[in-house]
């Protein structure tokens, strides 16, 4: 059980965190930067969460903002402590059957969709971005040297797949509330380049 009573610590003020460990990082190392882009991924999540109206969809997305503290517990945990709490694979597979759900529901794509749509498919989008960064972030945690650059498997594939399902998620959405916007070629108006 987590208690917070007090807020602020003012323990960072010089720019470095604790960890698991009690060790104090940087705020700029790599692991300290992909656990920030998770909570912003998090952060993000709930902003979506107040604009959807699909019950089972925020049902899915509470689900998965659990996953992501889960997730950040296991990037702030080095491998050799034993017993603590690791995302769980199964958590994956639970996002590729949420993707197939929505998918199979879904025309083809003919086009690409751009990064907006009505009835929250929006702030989908920019959670799908904020989770490529996030990935892109925890893979840079694997290029540390020796044991700094532990992972657990199941982190860098669940946030994969959740970028991918949350894209799916969003062109659902966006055809619930009345229809995707698509990428038009050239459509942009101005003049020509030579």
Not at 87 to 94: C, F, M, N, T, W
Request: one cysteine or more.
């Amino acid at each position: 059980m987590v208690v917070l009573n007090k807020i602020y610590t003012r323990t960072g003020d010089a720019g470095d965190t604790g960890v698991v460990t009690g060790e104090r990082l940087p705020k700029t190392h790599a692991r300290i930067v992909a656990i920030g882009e998770v909570d912003e991924l998090n952060a993000c999540l709930g902003v979506a969460l107040g604009q959807l109206k699909d019950e089972e969809l925020r049902g899915r997305l509470l689900a998965i903002q659990n996953d992501l503290f889960d997730l950040g517990a296991d990037l702030a945990t080095p491998k050799t402590l034993r017993g603590e709490l690791r995302l769980r694979a199964s958590r994956i597979e639970r996002l590729e059957e949420a993707i197939d759900h929505y998918n199979d529901a879904l025309p083809p794509l003919e086009s690409f969709v751009l990064p907006s749509g009505p009835g929250g498919a929006g702030t989908l989008h920019l959670a799908r971005a904020v989770a490529r960064r996030a990935e892109r972030a925890v893979w840079r945690v694997a290029d540390l040297p020796g044991d700094e650059a532990h992972l657990s498997a199941p982190v860098p594939r669940y946030l994969n797949r959740l970028s991918d399902f949350l894209f799916v998620a969003a062109r659902k959405v966006s055809r619930d509330a009345g229809g995707e916007v698509v990428w038009v070629p050239d459509a942009g108006e101005g003049p020509e380049e030579a």
